[in-house]
């Protein structure tokens, strides 16, 4: 203000005299203020700094727990991991035991498969053929083969055989020990049913 | 007052000066181990696979089952909950709960599955805890044992190629630390440490394993039909070297070596020798051959005996004066016809051609203890050390030597490096080839086609193995029966060693095939013992692979004259 001062004197001057008068008249008076006002707004301060501080807290809190939360999740997870890829591995593993050769033959065998034969190929010029359609003379156990089918027939038969026996004998059997609580078709019914079962 | 008080407050003082200053290393120490826990992370070994990629060996996550005996308030109850999952007798397990010294104790012999750990670890039983390892398992058991050998007890190479390549297999161990609290359990998110362990490579074979299993079925067959001591079965690409089939019976089941026999642990085709008898003869002719001396048809005249230096010579059947073309010395395996030719050849040439073929050092095929065979320097050849080689007798040679002959002649001279590692790959990597196998000219493409021609006489009706012919296919091949050293520098009472080499198709062969047969004691000739086992591999790998006939004809074979 005191800088513009001097730029409107002109302006100034032409006011009426009284206006130049004024300035003579009282001052507001410097008086000392009380120093306790500053005081009453420290409390708003402190509230805000401790509020601060609790959320701090309590978000470095919640984050610890979140953490520890999160570590707990990936330490079951990872255990979790840790079985399938073993069930994986397991899974995989009684694949690659099932596909073994030995096995497959084995398998083959039991139902009745036989080796291979040799191809027929067929010149495709003029149509000869060659090779021939009969099971290999030697391609390993065929005697193996044939006794395991004797031994499963036989095997059949026998359990045939305990069948039939089992008809007869079992109904005798079951009659003589449930005959206090059950009645004859009852026995037999259930004799009849555990025919194939049992041998 | 003051006094007692200042006494107390440098006597405090003083103490926490000792633990806070002169012991602190001690007590941090101590602090760190108990809350630190430090486990060995174990390596998974590599695979060895065949050439497709099955496992031929391969190792799984497993786990041991441990005790804490002080931990352990009632063994009986203990012993009674786990027996039947551990397949122990309460009493034993009970003895060894009660124990306070088997701590950590394994309980289960072998590795148990994840799976089965589980079930062990579901009865919550205190005291019983579980140790990560893992386990090798061979999932066809018996298949290519011979090559692939067997690990030890500690998981570590103990035959085979598992030991020869331990190394690469094996990977390295990895460390963890992790701090635990105060039950021992790991404290979520406190591990400290992580040395990851590094898994061991994947090893790839050349073997195929369809191929592999036929000739070891064929082979132990015809060892238990003729009582032989041993049987082997080679099956090479000769374009490549590359081994389909190296079987041999009897053999053992990695899966439990416990109970194998020990003489059966090695592969016999690289490590045994033995003396390959008339197979050898292919040599001599080729060398003849390729020297210009002979041709197929060159006539020879042979008597019932030759005498050279001071040794009588004899063919395996007796027979008059013969008059025999080359190829009819082959067809018939006329020793004497074989004498003959060496005799135009003399024992350096036959020497170079011997060695030139690979005989007297080992083939570089790459596995464990093989054998270079005996082949006697040519200083010391005796009189009769020329008609001897010349049939075969007096070298010894092992069964890949003799496989790697024939892939010669069946290659059109030349010589492949047989080799059985088709690749390795590091965990996460590509599989990467080892260097291609070395190739050398023997004899030249002609000379090797011209054997072919002769040895395709051997499988007619009039040569030694019609046994191994294969309908629709040309086969050509060498019978072999060889006199056994009896250990005591003769021959008698050792019995023979049966051999039959072949190739098909024999005007472009694709296979090689040979099987040894060890003293067999029900029919001893080749053609009789080990061309059936030929036909029978030959033509299941002939099926497997998709090799068709060539649908040519054989050239008519001269015999006599």
């Known amino acids: ?199 | 007052m003051l006094i007692v008080a200042l006494m107390m407050m440098s006597l405090i003082g003083g103490r926490l000066l000792q633990l806070q200053g002169l012991d602190r290393q001690k007590y941090a120490a101590s602090a760190q181990s108990q809350q630190l826990h430090t486990a060995t992370l174990v390596a998974k070994r590599g695979e060895i696979t065949d050439r497709d990629g099955h496992p031929i060996a391969a190792t799984v996550n497993a786990q041991n089952i441990v005790a804490d005996p002080s931990q352990i308030s009632d063994p009986v109850a203990a012993a009674n909950d786990l027996a039947p999952l551990l397949g122990k007798p309460v009493d034993t397990l009970t003895t060894q709960l009660d124990n306070p010294l088997s701590k950590y104790a394994l309980l289960t012999p072998t590795p148990i599955t994840p799976t089965q750990a589980d079930k062990i670890m579901a009865l919550q039983v205190p005291g019983i805890t579980t140790q990560d390892t893992t386990r090798r398992i061979y999932p066809d058991g018996r298949l290519a044992s011979n090559v692939v050998g067997f690990v030890n007890a500690s998981g570590a190479g103990a035959g085979g190629l598992e030991l020869s390549f331990n190394k690469i297999l094996a990977g390295h161990n990895g460390t963890e630390s992790f701090q635990v609290g105060a039950n021992g359990q790991p404290i979520p998110d406190g591990r400290t440490s992580l040395d990851a362990a590094v898994p061991g490579s994947t090893i790839r074979l050349t073997i195929q394993r369809d191929i592999q299993f036929a000739a070891q079925q064929a082979i132990t067959h015809q060892v238990k039909a003729t009582g032989a001591l041993s049987g082997t079965v080679v099956m090479m690409n000769p374009r490549n070297g590359q081994v389909l089939a190296l079987a041999s019976a009897p053999g053992f089941n990695p899966n439990d070596i416990a109970h194998a026999n020990p003489n059966h642990l090695s592969d016999p085709a690289v490590t045994d020798g033995y003396e390959p008898g008339s197979v050898n003869k292919v040599i001599t002719m080729a060398a003849a051959l390729q020297d210009k001396l002979v041709t197929p048809l060159t006539p020879f005249v042979i008597p019932p005996s030759i005498k050279v230096a001071d040794g009588i010579f004899h063919d395996a059947e007796s027979h008059g004066t013969e008059h025999l073309t080359l190829t009819g010395i082959l067809a018939k395996s006329s020793n004497i016809g074989a004498i003959k030719v060496a005799k135009k050849l003399g024992p350096d040439r036959l020497d170079y051609y011997l060695r030139a073929f690979g005989f007297g050092r080992t083939t570089g095929i790459g596995l464990p203890g093989e054998s270079a065979g005996i082949l006697p320097p040519l200083a010391q050849w005796s009189g009769t050390t020329l008609p001897t080689l010349s049939f075969g007798q007096g070298v010894v040679v092992t069964a890949v030597q003799i496989a790697s002959v024939y892939s010669t002649l069946a290659n059109d001279g030349v010589r492949v490096t047989p080799n059985i590692i088709a690749g390795t790959a590091a965990p996460g990597q590509r599989m990467t080839a080892p260097h291609p196998p070395t190739k050398r000219r023997v004899v030249s493409a002609a000379t090797a086609r011209e054997l072919r021609d002769m040895m395709e006489a051997v499988t007619s009706d009039q040569g030694t193995a019609p046994a191994a012919r294969i309908a629709g296919y040309r086969v050509a091949g060498k019978t072999g029966t060889a006199a056994r050293s009896n250990g005591h520098g003769g021959y008698s009472g050792a019995g023979y060693t049966a051999s039959f080499v072949g190739m098909v198709p024999a005007d472009h062969p694709k296979l090689v095939c040979e099987v040894v047969l060890d003293r067999p004691l029900h029919g001893y000739f080749g053609g009789a013992v080990a061309a059936p086992v030929f036909h029978s591999v030959m033509s299941f790998a002939l099926q497997t692979l998709g090799i068709a006939p060539t649908f040519t004809k054989p050239p008519k074979a001269t015999l006599t004259w």
């Open chain 1, 1 to 199: 203000m005191s800088a513009t001062a001097p730029l409107r004197r002109p302006a100034a001057l032409r006011l009426p005299a009284p206006a130049q008068a004024k300035p003579a008249q009282p001052r507001p008076r410097l008086v000392l203020i009380s120093g306790r006002r500053p005081t009453a707004g420290r409390l708003p301060f402190l509230i805000v700094i401790g509020a601060v501080l609790a959320i701090g807290l309590v978000a470095v809190l919640m984050l610890h727990m979140v953490a520890a939360q999160d570590a707990y999740r990936a330490n079951a997870l990872q255990q979790k991991l840790a079985t399938l890829h073993n069930q994986e591995q397991e899974l995989a593993s009684q694949v690659e035991a099932d596909s073994a050769p030995s096995v497959l033959r084995h398998r083959a065998a039991a139902l009745g498969m036989r080796p291979g034969v040799v191809a027929k190929f067929h010149l495709l010029k003029d149509g000869r053929a060659v090779g021939l359609q009969t099971p290999l003379a030697y391609t390993q156990p065929a005697p193996a083969v044939t006794a395991t089918k004797a031994k499963a027939s036989n095997s059949a038969k026998s359990t045939k055989a305990a069948g039939t026996k089992a008809s007869t004998t079992k109904p005798a059997k079951h009659t003589a020990t449930t005959s206090t609580t059950k009645n004859a078709a009852g026995t037999t019914k259930t004799g009849e049913k555990k025919k194939p079962t049992k041998p």
